[in-house]
T-cell receptor
Framework: GESVGLHLPTLSVQEGDNSIINCAYS??????FIWYKQESGKGPQFIID?????DKRQGQRVTVLLNKTVKHLSLQIAATQPGDSAVYFC????????????FGTGTQLKVEL | GAVVSQHPSWVICKSGTSVKIECRSL??????MFWYRQFPKQSLMLMAT?????????EQGVEKDKFLINHASLTLSTLTVTSAHPEDSSFYIC??????????FGDGTRLSIL
């Protein structure tokens, strides 16, 4: 399944399918991007990050893609599991902005059995 | 590694009281910590940047006299909500950076003001 930017807050996928969560950012001066996972009642958990001089980075079952031309970031989760159900936030850091992060709206990922 | 602990996790208090929330980096030192506020089903909004040994930097619209921040050591920052009122009820989350890496977050404090 695939979400579309910040206007589709919920993404439902079948267990075992791949998930794609999208994020649009607006500041071309952003030099660092992070994906966080937040489960209900908990703080955000770091998933993966990418610097602006890269366009792809892979982790365990996750891949982040960065397209600076269109200011777009995506998180791909392979073989989605029930434990992946959570809200996913992208965050950007503006170069020279004192390491502050600006968070996107978030996408609720629901994994159906 | 990079564990951030927040305490308390949940607090209920009467309107007009002050509430202190602690944020600790357990296995690393953090010269900078961040405080966020999050409303239900919304994103995290940065309130302030807490700097060890100096004054916090507040975001636009955040009352510094309302939300007092103290960063007395490299592993502890506190947020005090003074004279709390029902509209201050929210989920408050802190974070800290481990060196040049990403911000790591605590598990938040749910504040309910009656």
């Amino acid at each position: 399944g695939e979400s579309v930017g910040l206007h589709l807050p919920t993404l439902s996928v079948q267990e075992g399918d791949n998930s794609i969560i999208n994020c649009a950012y607006s500041n071309s001066a952003s030099d660092y991007f992070i994906w966080y996972k937040q489960e209900s009642g908990k703080g955000p958990q770091f998933i993966i990050d990418i610097r602006s001089n890269m366009d792809k980075r892979q982790g365990q079952r996750v891949t982040v893609l960065l397209n600076k031309t269109v200011k777009h970031l995506s998180l791909q989760i392979a073989a989605t599991q029930p434990g992946d159900s959570a809200v996913y936030f992208c965050a950007e850091r503006i170069e020279g902005g004192g390491n502050k992060l600006t968070f996107g709206t978030g996408t609720q990922l629901k994994v159906e059995l | 590694g990079a564990v951030v602990s927040q305490h308390p996790s949940w607090v209920i208090c009467k309107s007009g009281t002050s509430v202190k929330i602690e944020c600790r980096s357990l296995d690393f030192q953090a010269t900078t910590m961040f405080w966020y506020r999050q409303f239900p089903k919304q994103s995290l909004m940065l309130m302030a940047t807490s700097n060890e040994g100096s004054k916090a930097t507040y975001e636009q619209g955040v009352e510094k006299d309302k939300f007092l921040i103290n960063h007395a050591s490299l592993t502890l920052s506190t947020l005090t909500v003074t004279s709390a009122h029902p509209e201050d009820s929210s989920f408050y989350i802190c974070s800290a950076r481990d060196g040049m890496g990403p911000q790591h977050f605590g598990d938040g404090t749910r504040l309910s003001i009656l």
